[in-house]
């Protein structure tokens, strides 16, 4: 019986999940290629399998295969236009590959579909707003970000130091640099093998018309935390 699971023929839907499992432990074991092999065989048993694209997508943007990454976003929010977290994934390569006005779309799509739970759009949005020379609305979205923030804490919408690396960035972005730099290192301090450092945000930030006192503060504290898991 636990065999017939494993044989695309005879239950796809099954093998599709078992394949997904299994290209997902190869992925936390950083063997790239078994990872990507295991998704495109779920894949191949269930191509609307939205899970097994969301997992597929997310290796590419790790691996900063960026335009596979969006062709599979794509191709997800196509077969499930539900899945919130999907836009938000799509957002943040539309970022990576420069496409600042998309990835503003795809946040706010994100924010309409679940804004309950919608914490990193608005993060998101408010740096892209700040970028744009919008000081209201940048503002906007770090304050419904910050209301946002007891919630996800509390459902454990990321992990502790992603969720207090948002809260660092939403104080900063409402001129909170003192809060703001203490929280990054409470962060910094919560940080699990799996947190990833990324200074791409900060990077788009500073290019804004205005970015918020503190800014390279915060991004030598992160520089610092990379170069001491070198």
């Known amino acids: 019986q636990a065999l017939r699971f494993r044989t695309p023929d005879a239950a796809p839907l099954q093998y599709a999940t078992t394949q997904n499992n299994l290209g997902t432990a190869y992925n936390a074991l950083q063997q790239w290629d078994q990872a990507e092999a295991a998704f495109h065989d779920a894949l191949a048993a269930n191509p ?68 309950n739970d919608a914490l990193n759009a608005h993060i998101n949005l408010g740096i892209l707003e700040s970028v744009r020379g919008n000081s209201e609305g940048s503002e906007a979205h770090f304050e419904a970000a910050l209301n946002l923030w007891d919630t996800a804490w509390q459902w454990q919408l990321q992990t502790p130091a992603a969720l207090l690396e948002n809260k660092a960035i939403a104080l900063l972005g409402l001129g909170q ?47 610092e935390a990379m170069s001491a898991n070198e």
């Not at 097994?52 to 191709?75: H, I, M, P, T, W």
């Open 48 to 115: 609307q399998d939205a899970d097994v694209l969301n997992s597929l997508g997310s290796l590419y943007s790790d691996r900063k295969r960026f335009e596979e990454a969006e062709q599979v976003y794509q191709r997800l929010i196509q077969v499930n236009p539900q899945y919130a977290f999907a836009y938000n994934n799509l957002a943040g390569v539309c970022v990576e590959l420069g496409k600042l006005d998309e990835a503003a779309a795809f946040y706010e799509q994100r924010i309409a579909l679940r804004p």
């Open 177 to 223: 640099k003192d809060k703001a730099v203490s929280t990054l290192k409470e962060a910094l301090s919560e940080r699990l093998p799996t947190d990833v450092i990324s200074l791409t945000s900060y990077d788009l930030w500073a290019t804004a018309p205005f970015p918020p006192h503190g800014l390279d503060h915060i991004r030598q504290l992160l520089m």
